[in-house]
Nanobody
Framework: QLQLVESGGGLVQPGGSLRLSCAAS????????IGWFRQAPGKEREGVSC????????SYADSVKGRFTISRDNAKNTVYLQMNSLKPEDTAVYYC????????????????????WGQGTQVTVSF
């Protein structure tokens, strides 16, 4: 069974940090582009960051550039999203997703390209 499981969310004060994890079972994350998305209350789901199939290319939404970092640990079959200098507007449910297409180009935030999604983890940034 192909499954993605996010963890690491929680409540943090503005300026704080969290590291989200996206662990896969049933397939190897290393061979797929992985994206992180988020959905805030009353808003559409949006792309936050992604890492290419080869791992050599990453992309970030303008709103998180310089604050968030995506990375892989292939030995743990896990992708991480390190989030620093968190702001209240970062509050959302965060999802990871895997693109199963054998494409070695740059990753993208086109949600229709992603085939498997996790259940999400809540991140709340507040005093």
């Amino acid at each position: 069974q192909l499954q993605l499981v996010e963890s690491g969310g929680g409540l943090v004060q503005p300026g704080g940090s969290l590291r989200l994890s996206c662990a896969a079972s049933g397939f190897t994350l290393e061979y797929h582009a992985i994206g992180w998305f988020r959905q805030a209350p009353g808003k559409e789901r949006e792309g936050v960051s992604c890492i290419s199939r080869s791992g050599g290319r990453t992309s970030y939404a303008d709103s998180v550039k310089g604050r968030f970092t995506i990375s892989r640990d292939n030995a743990k079959n896990t992708v991480y999203l390190q989030m620093n200098s968190l702001k209240p507007e970062d509050t959302a449910v965060y999802y990871c997703a895997a693109d199963f297409a054998p494409f070695n180009g740059p990753c993208a935030f086109d949600q229709s390209k992603y085939d498997s999604w996790g259940q999400g983890t809540q991140v709340t940034v507040s005093f």
